[in-house]
Nanobody, 123 residues
Framework: QLQLVESGGGLVQPGGSLRLSCAAS????????IGWFRQAPGKEREGVVC???????YYADSVKGRFTISRDNAKNTVYLQMNTLKPEDTAVYYC?????????????????WGQGTQVTVSS
């Protein structure tokens, strides 16, 4: 069964940090574009950042300098390190994997999705 499972979300105070994990089973994340998306209440799902062999592409300007995507190919896992979190970062975060190495800000470009993990930034 092809599956992506996110973990690491939770409640954090403004200025805090969280690390989200996205573990794949049934297929390898190597050589695939991996994207992180988020969806806040009442808003559309937006692309945050993507990683492929060429490097990292940020789609949300507001997270540049605060969020970092990384991979551990041995663990078949991708991470999203989120620092200096702000209340506007509150959303359900999803990881997604494409069938190619091409990054995209658009959800339709990805074939496999995790179930999402809630991140709430509040004092």
């Amino acid at each position: 069964q092809l599956q992506l499972v996110e973990s690491g979300g939770g409640l954090v105070q403004p200025g805090g940090s969280l690390r989200l994990s996205c573990a794949a089973s049934g297929f390898t994340l190597n050589y695939r574009a991996i994207g992180w998306f988020r969806q806040a209440p009442g808003k559309e799902r937006e692309g945050v950042v993507c990683s492929n062999r060429a490097g990292t592409t940020y789609y949300a300007d507001s997270v540049k300098g605060r969020f970092t995507i990384s991979r551990d190919n041995a663990k078949n896992t991708v991470y999203l390190q989120m620092n200096t979190l702000k209340p506007e970062d509150t959303a359900v975060y999803y990881c997604a994997a494409g069938t190619s190495n091409s990054c995209s800000r658009y959800a339709y470009a990805y074939d496999y999705w995790g179930q999402g993990t809630q991140v709430t930034v509040s004092s």
